[in-house]
């Protein structure tokens, strides 16, 4: 499978902590993208990184990529409770031009009040 | 930005009916969507690439005779579950292709059968 693996699989964190989430993939990449997910409900685009970008910045959030690793992590700092949802990572294969993604299996975060 | 209308967010159908779900591109247009699918506590998966003009491109173990997918045109992708059974109850969400707005995905599709 393609598919890629995150870690850990659930965090737990109180308000105020930071949280980092670790996504690891198998094939050359275009970009990788990190998604929240609330239960039940559709994605939200938190951010995208491209394959020549090492580290990247959008309000609390901060991504680093490392293809010689094949790694990309996402830090949440300074939690609220409104950032518990899942967390997914995805990649766009440079094999395809398609736009299809590869999702990673994802963090489950909880932010504790 | 872009934006993928899917409808309906929620379904309950019983065991041997069939259920379509629409994604329509609303401000764009598509020529290519996808189609995946997220079980409970799991991550989603690519199922099938549906195409404007010709036949759909399904992922290795998706049932294409069950998973009917139909783009009828350069706004609008159809997936449709035919002879649904409770293994088929899942998450169902759409996206259209990488444009000048990025990624955009429908809302998804809570799909129970019963």
Redesign the interface.
Known sequence: SQQGEEDPQALSIQEGENATMNCSYKTSINNLQWYRQNSGRGLVHLILIRSNEREKHSGRLRVTLDTSKKSSSLLITASRAADTASYFCATALSSSNTGKLIFGQGTTLQVKP | GAVVSQHPSWVICKSGTSVKIECRSLDFQAT?M?W?RQFPK?????MA?SNEGSKATYEQGVEKDKFLINHASLTLSTLTVTSAHPEDSS?Y?C????GVS??T????T?LTVV
């Open positions: 290519t996808f995946y799991q991550s989603l998966m690519l690439t998450f969400i996206s259209a292709p990488p990025g990624y995905f429908g809302s998804g809570r």
